[in-house]
C-alpha cells in the first residue's frame, strides 16, 4: 500500500428522506478518493433497517443498491 492514511466510514447524514444516496454523498465519495488516502474503508456507515438509522443517514435497501452505484461512478468523475 502507497501510505498509511485511510478513510474510515462515516455518517454523511445527506441521504434522500427514504435513506438513497445523492449528490452529497458522489461528492463526499469523490473527495475519499482525491485525498491521497490508499485505503477507504467502506466509505458510508449504513443503517440496516429504516428504524435504527440517524437522520438522513443512508438505509441498506435493495432498491439503493442502483443509487449507490450511480453515486460511486459520479464519485469516480471530476466535476467539469
Known amino acids: 500500500m502507497g501510505n498509511r492514511f485511510c478513510a ?4 454523511g447524514w445527506d441521504g434522500t428522506t427514504d ?3 445523492t449528490d452529497l454523498v458522489a461528492r463526499r465519495w469523490r473527495r ?5 488516502a490508499k485505503l477507504i474503508w467502506g ?9 435504527g438509522r440517524a437522520n438522513h443517514q443512508l438505509v441498506g435497501r435493495r432498491r ?5 452505484g450511480r453515486a460511486a461512478n459520479r464519485a469516480g468523475r471530476r466535476p467539469r
Request: without cysteine.
Open 32 to 36: 475519499f478518493g482525491e485525498s491521497g
Open 64 to 68: 439503493h443498491h442502483r443509487g449507490a
Open 43 to 51: 466509505g458510508e456507515a449504513v443503517a440496516v433497517h429504516p428504524d
Open 19 to 21: 435513506g438513497a444516496p
Open 8 to 11: 474510515l466510514p462515516m455518517e
